[in-house]
């Protein structure tokens, strides 16, 4: 099956700098990442995704870049504030029914 | 639009016992799932359905955890017997087809308790 690894396991910046959280896959199928912010005894929130046919997506301050040779793929937080602090969740899916497989979490803290 | 519903939001049981969790999903949402995530971690698949039936349940201990879903709407996940390495936030998701890479939409969780 799928395994995703990600890292940071945390990780510390100060507000207004840049966060990079990486992730890798196994599987060579796998077609769909998506990337979930979960903020502290709250549930996970989609924030933004990429599919495999394309290389990097933005979404104002945000980005993810995919590498599908390599088999990696990035968030990118440009500018951050303090309330970007929280879980970030890298996945994996693939399947016709999308199974989706999670990484371990990244705790970003935006320090003021 | 209302959200992905799960009751109840706590539950605190001794070990041996047994729990259920319930589960709404978003209105026309084919596909649910439901996630075990131990504090820490991520979440990870304990079941998926398309409609009424499963599609994956092979990270579901099968032993102890048994899940269903009603003419395909609502869905009910129970332990029994709990252990306490059970004690986890058991989230609940929907999406909208069957296939592809639809957005998965989660419930508030259910954190459990096992002492």
């Known amino acids: 099956g799928e395994n995703v690894e990600q890292h940071p396991s945390t990780l510390s910046v100060q507000e207004g700098d840049s966060a990079v959280i990486k992730c890798t896959y196994s599987?060579?199928?796998?077609?769909?990442f998506p990337w979930y912010k979960q903020e502290l005894g709250k549930r996970p929130q989609l924030i933004i995704d990429?599919?495999?046919?394309?290389g990097e997506k933005k979404d104002q301050r945000i980005a993810v870049t995919l590498n599908k040779t390599a088999k990696h793929f990035s968030l990118h937080i440009t500018e951050t504030q303090p309330e970007d602090s929280a879980v970030y969740f890298c996945?994996?899916?693939?399947?016709?029914?999308?199974?989706?497989?999670f990484g371990i979490g990244t705790k970003l803290q935006v320090i003021p | 639009e209302a959200g992905v519903a799960q009751s109840p939001r706590y539950k605190i049981i001794e070990k041996r016992q047994s729990v259920a969790f319930w589960c709404n999903p978003i209105?026309?949402?084919?596909?649910l799932y439901w996630y075990q995530q131990i504090l820490g971690q991520g979440p990870k698949l304990l079941i998926q359905?398309?409609?009424?039936?499963?599609?994956?349940d092979s990270q579901l201990p099968k032993d102890r955890f048994s899940a269903e879903r009603l003419k395909g709407v609502d869905s009910t996940l129970k332990i029994q017997p709990a252990k306490l390495e059970d004690s986890a936030v058991y989230l609940c998701?929907?999406?909208?087809?069957?296939?592809?890479?639809?957005?998965?939409?989660f419930g508030p969780g259910t954190r459990l308790t096992v002492l």
């Open positions: 209105s026309g949402h084919a596909t």
């Open positions: 998701a929907s999406s909208l087809s069957s296939g592809g890479t639809d957005t998965q939409y």
């Open positions: 599987d060579s199928a796998s077609n769909y």
């Open positions: 990429i599919r495999s046919n394309v």
């Open positions: 359905f398309q409609n009424n039936g499963v599609v994956d």
């Open positions: 996945a994996a899916s693939y399947g016709g029914y999308q199974k989706v497989t």
